[in-house]
């Protein structure tokens, strides 16, 4: 076996605990969920045509910023605390921010369940519903999103309460 | 004597529209009702006869802060001044699971030293109450945003006026009568506006105040109106009106009504509400043209 062999055997066994290694370490500290098929449909929505509400929303560090002042508020949120009691907020968080950075055109892909799978038998109900864009409100205003801007984000998730009021 | 009965009645009323309010949400725990919930200002505000809607308005929105999981209720005090005349009106309404709203309102159409001119006599004043009743029956006007079906919801007010004599004197067929309505309301979000058309059956004249039907014309009419409001904050909506209205007594002609108006939530249980309303002629004093104001509280 000459040098090159040698090399290139190496580099296969290196690579191989890749290939074959549980299909999620890419999002450590995330529960495992039911298996399900990913895809940009289960966003909710059709994302906006152009980027132009993805740079309103100051591009992914601004999602990043809104998303993480959201689920902080919410977790504290006495409305709503108790819905977010034993959920991955890990998971949540990165879901979140791929969610809204696809829906505003900000490209990439939604790799979380689709809305109604998400939220079963969490028993959301309206108020539930409408505390958490009180709170998303609260946190694009933080972030300096314009208030026309940030309805053009809600008018995208409001009709997401379908599948998300199962009470 | 007679006002002063009146404010009593309307006391009354709204104490028993609030305890039947309380009532349904000292129940809500046995029955984990629920109370707030609604985003501020989707239940629009009191309108001048006392059902949810804009100042002149009645929109397919059942007031309160509550949703299809609870009771809500509210309060207004409005005032319309006017050149020649002020109209108060105190208001009360409770909505039952976002689906069904009961209102009340008194209207005190003062004519003040109008009335010496009128030959009524100066502080003359027309009293009104408004029994109203608005049931949703689709769509909804917030989160169908997919969608260009409004929410649309069916009502009728039943308007008892004091001064029959002086309604018939003047021409009118009767002291009361009763509105039907369809309105339809639809919160367009990508452009934040507030859309709201509403077709009104209706013989009143003047909304009821100089009675009903007319020694000109004396059958229904179907009358239109209107709002569209843009939603500066969610706390603060700037907007116009426009209401047509018959035109059924010979002695004076009836002008639509049109209005500017600025609704600010402070929170979900106040909210005020000014206008600059042109209501045109009344009685036969022309460009009535003034300030109206609306304080709105509840739950």
Redesign the interface.
């Known amino acids: 076996m000459n040098c090159f062999a040698l090399l290139a055997l190496a580099a296969a066994l290196m690579a191989a605990p890749a290939a074959f290694a549980d299909p999620s370490p890419d999002h450590p500290g995330e529960q495992t969920v039911d298996p399900y098929t990913p895809s940009n449909a289960n966003a909710g929505?059709r994302p906006m045509g152009d980027k132009a509400m993805f740079d309103a929303f100051h591009g992914r560090e601004g999602i990043s910023h809104i998303v993480d002042s959201l689920v902080d508020r919410a977790v504290a949120d006495p409305r709503i605390s108790d819905i977010f009691k034993n959920q991955d907020l890990v998971r949540l968080r990165r879901t979140l921010k791929e969610q809204f950075t696809y829906l505003l055109g900000g490209g990439g892909d939604y790799s979380g369940r689709d809305m109604k799978a998400a939220h079963k038998d969490m028993g959301i109900?309206?108020?539930d519903f409408?505390?958490l864009?009180?709170d998303l409100?609260w946190a694009m205003s933080k972030e300096g999103v314009p208030?026309?801007d940030q309805?053009?984000l809600?008018?995208?998730l409001?009709?997401m309460?379908?599948d998300v009021v199962t009470? | 004597m007679a006002k002063s009965f009146k404010l009593c009645v309307w006391a009354v009323g709204m104490a028993a529209a609030l305890g039947f309010g309380a009532l349904g949400a000292g129940t809500a725990s046995a029955q984990a009702l629920?109370e707030?919930?609604?985003?501020l200002l989707t239940d629009g505000v009191s309108n001048i006869e006392g059902a949810s809607g804009g100042g002149l308005a009645t929109w397919a929105v059942i007031g309160g802060d509550e949703?299809?999981?609870?009771i809500g209720a509210s309060v207004a005090a409005t005032d319309v001044h006017l050149p020649a005349y002020d109209l108060r009106v105190y208001s009360g309404k409770v909505g039952l699971y976002?689906r069904l709203e009961l209102s009340y309102a008194h209207q005190e159409f003062d004519t003040g030293s109008t009335g010496g001119k009128l030959g009524l006599g100066d502080g003359f004043t027309f009293d009104q109450d408004v029994y109203g009743a608005k049931v949703r029956l689709l769509g909804?006007a917030?989160?169908?945003?997919?969608?260009w079906l409004p929410q649309v919801a069916a009502g009728l007010q039943y308007k008892v006026n004091d001064k029959s004599a002086i309604i018939h004197a003047v021409g009118g067929k009767s002291a009361e009568g009763v509105d039907y309505y369809l309105a339809a309301t639809k919160l367009f979000?990508?452009e934040?506006l507030v859309v709201d058309a509403t077709f009104r059956y209706t013989k009143a004249n003047q909304t009821g105040i100089l009675g009903f039907g007319g020694d000109k014309h004396d059958a229904y009419s179907p009358e239109f109106e209107g709002s569209i409001g843009y939603?500066?904050?969610?706390h603060f909506v700037i907007g116009a009106e426009y209401r047509t209205k018959p035109d059924n007594l010979g002695f004076a002609k009836e002008d639509n009504w049109s209005d500017l108006f600025a609704a600010y939530a402070f929170n979900s249980h106040l909210s005020l509400t000014a206008a600059y309303v042109d209501t045109g002629s009344i009685a036969t004093f022309e460009n009535q043209r003034g300030l109206y104001l609306s304080l709105q509280a509840g739950f």
């Open positions: 929505a109900q309206d108020a409408n505390a864009v009180e409100q208030f026309r309805n053009r809600l008018a995208l409001a009709p309460h379908r009470k | 629920r707030g919930g609604k985003l949703t299809k999981d609870g976002n909804d917030v989160y169908d945003q997919d969608s979000l990508n934040s939603l500066l904050t969610r």
